[in-house]
């Protein structure tokens, strides 16, 4: 997620926020009802662990936003899609494009092409562990995370780095990535009243998850193909 989106929230849902526009389509992922719409790609991934307390609390705050949420405002995400991305690497919007992976055929399949990356990534070693915090809950969607500490900040961005340096891919935002787990996608934009009470909800159920969840710890990153948002296959 963009750390200028972020910063201007409230511009962002009511479809203020200039370069940021709110489309129905969400990013080209979904349609106007909400139905999926095709979006292949790979990405380094790390799992919410089923069964998990984690996993549960989770659940339960995207209960609470269904039900608070406007009307025909969002679409949710099933439960098992919930992940936190590490990496990304491509998709059918960087297709031509220089962030694509180098030397990579971008004709090929996503399979294909994930094969071709995990290559790449063969010898690296995954940090065992590093631990993150919530840092807010944003848009009535999305779980805002950062690094609990700054040695994790350290371990998390130079495991980026040596992600990119491997793969061959660089985005714009490299260096102010934000690490989020997504629930839901906005289709369209909010009114003024929905946004403040957005806002509001968001304050307020962030009080109650941080209380319970002080660390956030996700599963291993994995490389994974989709081929829309609803689910993560590991390669």
């Not at 946004?195 to 710890?217: A, D, G, V």
Request: proline share 4%.
């Amino acid at each position: 997620m963009d750390k200028y989106i972020i910063e201007n929230e409230n511009k962002f849902l009511k479809g203020e926020l200039k370069g940021c526009p709110l489309t129905a389509d969400a990013e080209k992922k979904f349609d106007h009802k909400g139905k999926p719409l095709a979006f292949p790609g790979c990405s380094i991934i790390s799992k919410i662990p089923l069964k998990s307390d984690l996993f549960h609390e989770i659940k339960l705050l995207q209960l609470k936003y269904k039900d608070l949420s406007p009307e025909k405002a969002y679409t949710y995400l099933p439960e098992t899609s919930f992940h936190m991305t590490l990496f990304d690497c491509c998709n059918v919007n960087t297709v031509n494009t220089q962030y694509w992976p180098k030397n990579i055929d971008s004709q090929k399949n996503y399979n294909n092409i994930a094969y071709l990356l995990s290559k790449r990534i063969k010898k690296y070693i995954f940090p065992e562990k590093f631990d993150l915090k919530v840092k807010k809950l944003f848009g009535g969607y999305s779980i805002i995370l950062e690094a609990n500490t700054k040695n994790d900040e350290k371990i998390i961005r130079e495991c980026r780095n040596k992600l990119s340096e491997l793969l061959g891919i660089r985005f714009k935002n490299h260096d102010t990535y934000i690490f989020h787990i997504t629930l839901a996608y906005i289709l369209r934009k909010l009114k003024e009243n929905e946004m403040e009470n957005i806002i509001k909800t968001n304050s307020r159920l962030l009080e109650t998850f941080i209380q319970k969840f002080p660390i956030i710890r996700v599963e291993k990153p994995v490389l994974c193909t989709f081929e829309n948002m609803y689910e993560f296959k590991s390669t």
